[in-house]
């Protein structure tokens, strides 16, 4: 186990593996390996197996003691720019703070670093180099180790699932777990591959003929794509000439209800032709032309007709048997979700307004008659290991139900014969070919489209209604404030509270908002596109603050220095230039070497998303305003 291995210790670990481990004779030793791009998810070699801690708990190494409630282990500093061939047998004082690069860290790191380095200076500490990097190095080993055991710990006791033995990633685990102790038989279809309308696996290159067929010569064919091919005297016509929804926005919208995909990006756009074309004038375009064309969930649809939407044409709708979630009938997650959200309450401790047993047992209440989850009053005690295993099974559940079904594969082929087999092997794709040695390649491919199996672990419906049901919720948010509202985010909203006009509620239940600024607010607030913003508050007890916080960019002392609410306000008023910052990052090559290297990255505001004014408020694009 390492932490972060696609970059560090099993980059090394590889590229050691396929140049020594491989053997160049013959031997049935051969790695198993499971790989994205460069980056190793599983290495095996006979029963020893090389897995990657990050896969489970994306958190840097320094979080970890936190996270897992480990007092005694801390991590500590070390002067990397130090490490160099001649100062490999130093002894002596302690390397000047510029060799613990405390530039590349967030500004509250980097005065603790500061404090320490100076505290060593003043005691005048000596520094040997040997001793230190060992001790450094066992350190951090021993962090992940006991962090990794914790894990292990408890998800087998609380799930009865080995995460490191049954699963690579946080999200397989999570579905094991799901799978083993939750879901009753029978509950989850599995989608046949590209859907119900291509469940006879028509080829794709021929439904593109048939396409062409129909637009040349201004006819309607049945097949594969458009429902269940003809059938003529007991055989499928794959072309039989007999003759996805359309809905049109209501453009007065200051917030539409349906995303389409253009341009590479989710948009909110009240005309398809508007956003497409980021046109800024107003909309001019035909019905047809900002009529949206796309798959949605029900309940997003029955939303968009009470906001105005119009429902031009549909093509198809799935319908399924489904069960009514209700104090007296659970859901088909139910069993898991009430699991962890009751290990999570319980970890998470008292809330502040609880100091009376009486006020404690009134919350217990209120959770069971919110959430029908009881909590247990004993085991209402702050345990940060608990409750970070409870979250990262809360958040990392669902995306399995949307992974691509055709990943890659990697194969290590040592015979000539096997290489061309792949090449030629018309169900599958060689993607890459890359010499070990004399004797081995480590070749990538995957499955054509026609060849691939549907994962039984795959459902787009499931990950589409969580995606779908999340966007309403917040959506009820954002009816409450209107034009109101100055940034949204998946599951954030800042917005201007005025007098007389309703505010957004919080609260200590599932759903409920929360108040990051814990009673403070906000004086100043620019933002240069999404994931991107600052701002300045005000705390309860008077203190300013600034938060920035830059997708893209790790805004650590340096960077901070460029790109901050100043800039970011002064770019936004002004139009200034972009800026650079420079960024290092550790990079593998595709031969599995390890390199730094410093680049720029180019920070500028982006408004992709709606259409600005000069007066900087905006609206989405194809907005018309009603003239009465």
Not at 532 to 561: P, R
Request: charged share 25%; aromatic share 10%; net charge neutral.
């Amino acid at each position: 186990m390492s932490k972060n291995n696609p970059i560090k210790e099993t980059e090394v670990t590889v590229k050691w593996k396929l140049d020594s481990v491989i053997p160049k004779e013959k031997t049935s030793l051969y790695p198993n390996v499971i790989m994205r791009g460069t980056k190793l998810i599983l290495m095996e070699v006979g029963n020893v197996k090389f897995l990657d801690s990050l896969n489970y708990f994306p958190m840097p190494l320094t979080a970890l003691p936190k996270a897992f409630d480990l007092k005694e282990l801390k991590k500590g500093y070390f002067p990397h720019l130090f490490n160099t061939l001649a100062h490999q047998n130093y002894v002596g004082p302690i390397p000047a703070l510029d060799f613990y690069d405390p530039d590349h860290l967030k500004e509250d790191a980097r005065e603790k670093l500061l404090k320490w380095h100076g505290e060593r200076q003043a005691e005048g500490y000596v520094f040997d180099f040997q001793k230190e990097i060992v001790e450094y190095c066992i350190s951090d080993v021993e962090i992940l180790t006991q962090a990794c055991l914790k894990f292990r710990d408890l998800m087998k006791t609380e799930t009865t699932v080995d995460p490191f033995q049954e699963s690579t990633t946080i999200a397989s685990c999570c579905n094991k777990v799901f799978r083993r102790n939750f879901l009753k038989p029978e509950t989850i279809g599995v989608i046949p591959k590209g859907g119900y309308r291509w469940r006879e696996n028509q080829s794709k290159i021929a439904i593109q003929w048939l396409l062409w067929e129909e637009h040349q010569r201004g006819i309607k064919i049945q097949h594969a794509a458009k429902g269940i091919e003809t059938i003529v005297k007991g055989h499928k016509v794959d072309g039989f000439c007999n003759d996805t929804n359309q809905i049109l926005p209501n453009q007065n919208l200051y917030h539409p209800v349906l995303p389409s995909k253009m341009n590479n990006k989710l948009m909110f756009v009240n005309c398809q032709k508007c956003g497409e074309d980021f046109v800024r004038e107003e909309c001019q375009h035909s019905i047809q032309e900002r009529s949206l064309k796309g798959t949605w969930v029900i309940e997003e649809v029955l939303k968009a007709i009470e906001k105005g939407y119009q429902i031009i044409e549909t093509y198809e709708i799935w319908e399924y048997d489904t069960i009514q979630l209700s104090k007296d009938q659970e859901g088909l997650f139910s069993g898991m979700m009430n699991k962890f959200l009751q290990i999570k309450q319980q970890a998470s401790g008292w809330p502040k307004h609880c100091l009376t047993d009486e006020e404690k047992n009134r919350y217990i209440d209120a959770f069971l008659d919110r959430e029908d989850i009881k909590l247990e009053f004993s085991k209402i005690i702050e345990n940060p290991c608990l409750r970070s295993l409870a979250k990262l099974m809360l958040n990392s559940f669902w995306g399995k139900f949307a992974q691509k079904e055709n990943q890659n594969k990697t194969s290590i082929v040592r015979d000539c014969g096997e290489f061309f087999d792949m090449l030629t092997n018309p169900s599958i794709h060689v993607n890459t070919v890359l010499p070990v040695n004399e004797e081995t390649l480590l070749i990538t491919w995957e499955f054509r489209e026609e060849a691939y199996d549907v994962s039984s672990t795959v459902n787009v419906v499931l990950a589409s209604y969580v995606t779908a049901l999340a966007r309403l919720k917040l959506y009820s948010f954002l009816e409450k404030v209107e034009e109101r509202a100055v940034y949204v985010d998946t599951d954030s909203c800042i917005y201007i509270s005025r007098k007389g006009l309703d505010d957004i509620s919080t609260g200590d239940f599932i759903g409920d908002m929360t108040d990051e600024l814990n009673g403070g607010f906000i004086s100043e607030f620019v933002s240069g596109g999404p994931k991107n913003y600052a701002y300045k508050y005000t705390t309860l007890s008077g203190e300013e603050q600034i938060v920035c916080k830059v997708k893209g960019i790790s805004l650590n002392y340096k960077a901070s220095q460029v790109v901050n609410f100043e800039k970011i306000k002064d770019m936004v008023l002004k139009k200034s230039d972009p800026v650079s910052v420079l960024s290092r990052q550790l990079r593998r090559t595709r031969e599995h070497a390890v390199v730094t290297v410093e680049f720029p990255k180019v920070y500028k505001i982006t408004s992709m998303k709606r259409k600005f004014y000069e007066d900087h408020t905006s609206v989405p694009f194809g907005f018309k305003k009603i003239k009465y």
